[in-house]
C-alpha cells in the first residue's frame, strides 16, 4: 500500500468499484485506493439488494467500463420490466393484467448477483491497477488545502494515507454526509423487506392458462424483473445467475405499517393477506429461505454532491428516490460519470468550480424531477389502467432523454448540459415540467373512480413510439444532432401528454378526444386553455392516438391483444 493517492474511495460497492474502474479507464495512471469494511467475499446470492439494472444503468457497465463480455458471462440476461395487476389475488396470475415485453428488448439490460458481481469487481479492479483494501474500516476524513487525509483501521491498526481526492461511495452509511452535515431528507416514506429462496421460482409455473403462458418462449418471463402490483406496494421477483431467487416487498408506510412486514413470519402473513396467489407458491420453498433482511425509510436526498475542493458522493451516499423501476445503477453511472470526469479534469490542471456547480445542479434536477414519479403515487399502484398509462410514460420519458444523453457523453458535456438543463426553456428543463404535470395528472385520475379491466396481455413494444424511443437509447449522434433529437423527442412526448390527457378527460367527462390541451398545465378538473399560449397543442397525432387505445383496456372485454 502506498502512503499517497491521487483518489482515495471510500466503500468498496458497487458504486466504488465502479468509479475506480471508471477513473482507471479516463487516466490510466490515476492512483486509487478503494476502501471497504468488508471482511473476505461478499456471500453470494444472498448479499446486497440491486440486483436488477436497467438500461442506462447497463450501458455504463458495458460500454463505459468495458464489462460487456464479463456481464454475458456472469450474469442473466434480463427479460425487461414485467407488472402484474390483478383485483382477486387468489385467482391464476393469468386473470391478470400483465405489462412486459414478450421479445427480448434491443437494449439489453441484466438481473445481478450482487456477491458474485462485488467479488469479481474488486478482482478486476486490482487487475486493472487499483489498490482495494478489504477489512479497512474508514474512521475519519480530513479535507485539507493542498491534500486530504483518510484513517481507517484494518483490524487493531490504524492506518494513514494522503490523497488528493476523497470520493465518498459509503452507501447508507454515508460518511462524509454526516461527518459534514449535509443530510436531506425527502418526503417519501415507503420502507422494504426482502429474502431471497435458493432455487428457481418460475411463474410461468403459476399460469393455468396456456395461451397465456405461451405467449412468452419457456425460460423469458422468469428473466423479466417480475412485479405484483397491489394498492399501497409492489412485491418483485427477480432470479440470479446462481439459480436462486431474490423476493421483496416495497410498501408506502401510510398504508402497509412497516411493523406488518419486518420480520419473514410477518412478511409471509403479509404476503398471504395481500398476494395470496403467490404467497402460496413461496410455501413451497420456505424451507430453501438463504436470508431475510428489512430497511425501514430509505428514500433520501443530499445537500451537497461534488465539491470543487476535491471530494464527492456517489451511489446511495448521495441520493436515493426509489428502487420502483430499478434505477439505482443510473444514478450510480451518473454521479461515477460526473465525478471521474471532474477528478481527470482538475488533476490535468483544469479550474473545476464551474463544472462542478453545473453537474450538481443538472444530479439535483433530475432526482426533483423523478421525485414526483413516486410521492404520493403508491396509492394507486394496484389501479391497472392508469398504472398501464404511467409505467408507459415514464418508461417513454426516461428512454427519451437520460438514456439517450447518456449514452451519448452528454451528461459530462457541459455545452450540451448547459443548453439543455441551465438555459431557460431548454429541454431538459421542459421535459423536468413536462413530467411534474402528467405526474399531477395521474394523481388527479388516481383519485377518480377505477376503471375495471382484467384478463389482458399488453407489450410495451407494441407502441409505436416507446418503440421509436428505446430502439434510439443506444443511437449515436454528433453534438448538434443529439440538441436536435432531444428536442424530436420532448415534442413527441408533448403529443404523448396531450393524447393520454384527451383520453382519460373524454373517458371521465364525455370531452370530445381533439380538445387543445396544454401538456404543461394538464388539469382534469378544468380543461379550458389560454388558446395564445405557445405551449397549448390544438393538433392531434393519429399514430400516437392509436398507441393510447392499444392502452386502454378499460372498454374491451376479456382479451389476451397483442399476439400477432
Ligand atoms: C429495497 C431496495 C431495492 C433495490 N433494488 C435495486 C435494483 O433492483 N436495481 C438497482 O440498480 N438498484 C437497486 N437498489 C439500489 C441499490 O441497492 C443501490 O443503488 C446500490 O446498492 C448502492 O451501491 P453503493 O455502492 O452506493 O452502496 P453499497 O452497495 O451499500 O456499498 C457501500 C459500501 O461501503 C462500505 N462501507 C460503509 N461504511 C464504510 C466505512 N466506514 N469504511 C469502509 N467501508 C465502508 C460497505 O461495506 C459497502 O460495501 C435497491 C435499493 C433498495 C433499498
Not at 70 to 96: I, V
Not at 211 to 228: F, I, N, V, Y
Request: hydrophobic share 40%; proline share 3%; net charge negative.
Amino acid at each position: 500500500m502506498q502512503s499517497s493517492y491521487d483518489v482515495v474511495i471510500l466503500g468498496g460497492g458497487l458504486s466504488g468499484l465502479t468509479l475506480s474502474l471508471q477513473l482507471k479507464k479516463l487516466r490510466p495512471e490515476t492512483t486509487i485506493l478503494v476502501v471497504e469494511k468488508r471482511v473476505g467475499d461478499a456471500e453470494i446470492s444472498a448479499f446486497k439488494i440491486g440486483e436488477s439494472s436497467v438500461e442506462l444503468g447497463t450501458h455504463y457497465l458495458r460500454t463505459k467500463l468495458g464489462l460487456a463480455d464479463y456481464m454475458d458471462e456472469n450474469h442473466l440476461p434480463k427479460h425487461g420490466l414485467r407488472f402484474f395487476y390483478s383485483k382477486d389475488k387468489t385467482a391464476a396470475l393469468d386473470q391478470s393484467v400483465e405489462v412486459g415485453p414478450i421479445f427480448k428488448p434491443p437494449v439489453p439490460s441484466y438481473q445481478l448477483d450482487r456477491g458474485i458481481f462485488e467479488n469479481d469487481l474488486v478482482r478486476i479492479a486490482r487487475e486493472r491497477g487499483v489498490d482495494v483494501q478489504l477489512n479497512s474500516k474508514v474512521v475519519a476524513v480530513e479535507l485539507g488545502e493542498e491534500q486530504h487525509l483518510v484513517k481507517f483501521m484494518q483490524d487493531e491498526t490504524e492506518i494513514e494515507v494522503e490523497t488528493k481526492w476523497v470520493a465518498d461511495a459509503t452507501g447508507r452509511r454515508s460518511f462524509l454526509k454526516r461527518q459534514l452535515g449535509f443530510q436531506k431528507s425527502l418526503d417519501h416514506n415507503i420502507n422494504s423487506a426482502w429474502f431471497r429462496l435458493k432455487g428457481k421460482v418460475d411463474i410461468d409455473d403459476w399460469m393455468t392458462d396456456e395461451a397465456r403462458r405461451d405467449l412468452l418462449k419457456p425460460g423469458l418471463r422468469l428473466l423479466s424483473t417480475s412485479h405484483l402490483m397491489g394498492k399501497g406496494y409492489w412485491v418483485w421477483l427477480i432470479p440470479l445467475s446462481t439459480g436462486n431467487t431474490s423476493i421483496g416487498i416495497v410498501a408506502d408506510e401510510d398504508i402497509h405499517p412497516f411493523d406488518t412486514y419486518n420480520s419473514f413470519e410477518k412478511a409471509m402473513s403479509w404476503l398471504h393477506h395481500n398476494e395470496p396467489a403467490a404467497a402460496q407458491k413461496f410455501e413451497g420453498h420456505k424451507e430453501n429461505l438463504m436470508d431475510f433482511m428489512v430497511l425501514k425509510h430509505f428514500p433520501h436526498d443530499s445537500g451537497k454532491l461534488y465539491s470543487e475542493d476535491r471530494w464527492g458522493v456517489v451511489g446511495e451516499a448521495g441520493a436515493f428516490l426509489d428502487p420502483f423501476y430499478s434505477p439505482g445503477t443510473d444514478f450510480i453511472a451518473l454521479a461515477n460519470s460526473w465525478l471521474s470526469n471532474l477528478i481527470v479534469s482538475q488533476i490535468e490542471g483544469e479550474d473545476i468550480l464551474s463544472r462542478a456547480i453545473l453537474f450538481e445542479r443538472v444530479h439535483s434536477a433530475i432526482v426533483h424531477s423523478w421525485v414526483p414519479i413516486y410521492q404520493h403515487k403508491y396509492k394507486f399502484f394496484g389501479n391497472a389502467q392508469l398504472m398501464v398509462l404511467k409505467v408507459f410514460w415514464d418508461f417513454a420519458t426516461y428512454w427519451a432523454l437520460p438514456c439517450l444523453l447518456f449514452t451519448n457523453g452528454g451528461f459530462t458535456n457541459v455545452g450540451a448540459l448547459k443548453q439543455l438543463f441551465a438555459k431557460a426553456g431548454g429541454v431538459g428543463q421542459k421535459i423536468g415540467e413536462l413530467n411534474a404535470s402528467m405526474q399531477n395528472f395521474f394523481s388527479q385520475w388516481g383519485e377518480l373512480e377505477e376503471l375495471p379491466c382484467t384478463n389482458h396481455y399488453i407489450d410495451p413494444f407494441e407502441i409505436g413510439y416507446l418503440r421509436d424511443f428505446h430502439n434510439g437509447i443506444e443511437s449515436q449522434f454528433e453534438a448538434d444532432a443529439l440538441m436536435e433529437q432531444c428536442a424530436a423527442n420532448l415534442a413527441k412526448l408533448e403529443m404523448v401528454a396531450c393524447e393520454m390527457f384527451r383520453k382519460v378527460n373524454a373517458h371521465y367527462h364525455g370531452d370530445e378526444l381533439d380538445i387543445p390541451v396544454n401538456p404543461y398545465k394538464l388539469n382534469l378538473a378544468d380543461t379550458e386553455v389560454d388558446a395564445a399560449n405557445e405551449s397549448v397543442i390544438s393538433n392531434s397525432d393519429a399514430s400516437i392516438r392509436d398507441d393510447i387505445q392499444t392502452m386502454w383496456l378499460t372498454s374491451s372485454s376479456a382479451q389476451v391483444s397483442m399476439i400477432k
